[in-house]
């Protein structure tokens, strides 16, 4: 069965510039979550959706990140404009209501230079 | 506050050795508590959990014990191999909230 996929895996971008993050949760699944990673601050949950709809959001730093989840099977994180701060792993995890069990995609390693 | 403490931040740990990492927590309502290991460049995977109306679940070589009274709860790993390198989270929620509460996680090295 295909995971939580994530794309791209890599990003080297400018500061100042928009970079979107792409995520497919696994079918079935009806939460998804997007977390960010940094040695400093752990594991940050951004987001959740839950059956597409936004739970809540309290995690996501600043009015430049915005998250969407248009369908079932497709989620993006926008940040515009990025800053060198938000360089981190961010990842995609995605569960099903019944059962607590999170999957997490591989990730998206950002770098703003 | 709700918060989850882990320590050590780091470990290492000869080949066969017993590892523990240990977790406490605030909030009471906590009725779920599970265990991830992340390798290096891949997201978290779910490891084991327990929820508190069991003290112990064992899991091959890896075992949580949990403390309800203590507010406390740890992870062992049994005959530790080098491929349990790895770093490894503790999290925490209550009933159907979706949003679990993580520690900041331990690295874990086990020499051959």
């Known amino acids: 069965d295909a995971g939580v996929i994530q794309s791209p895996r890599h990003e080297v971008t400018e500061m100042g510039q928009e970079v979107t993050l792409r995520c497919k949760p696994i079918s079935g699944h009806n939460s998804l979550f997007w977390y960010r990673q940094t040695m400093m601050r752990g594991l940050e949950l951004l987001i959740y959706?839950?059956?597409?709809?936004?739970?809540?959001d309290s995690g996501m730093p600043e009015d430049r990140f915005s998250a969407k989840m248009p369908n079932a099977s497709f989620s993006t994180l926008k940040i515009q404009p990025s800053e060198p701060r938000d360089s981190a792993v961010y990842f995609c995890?995605?569960?099903?209501?019944?059962?607590?069990?999170?999957?997490f995609g591989e990730g998206s390693w950002l770098t703003v230079v | 506050q709700q918060q989850v403490k882990q320590s050590p931040q780091s470990l290492i740990v000869q080949k066969g050795g017993i590892s523990i990492i240990n977790c406490a927590y605030e909030n009471t309502a906590f009725d779920y508590f599970p265990w991830y290991q992340q390798f290096p460049g891949k997201g978290p995977a779910l490891l084991i959990a327990i929820r508190p109306d069991v003290s112990e679940k064992k899991e091959g070589r890896f075992t949580i014990s949990f403390n309800k009274s203590a507010k406390q709860f740890s992870l062992h790993i049994m005959d530790s191999q080098p491929g349990d390198s790895a770093t490894y989270f503790c999290?925490?929620?209550?009933?159907?909230?979706?949003?679990?509460?993580w520690g900041l996680g331990t690295s874990l090295a086990v020499n051959p």
């Open positions: 959706f839950n059956n597409n709809v936004p739970i809540d």
């Open positions: 999290a925490a929620n209550a009933g159907n909230n979706r949003k679990l509460i």
């Open positions: 995890a995605s569960s099903r209501d019944i059962g607590n069990t999170i999957y």
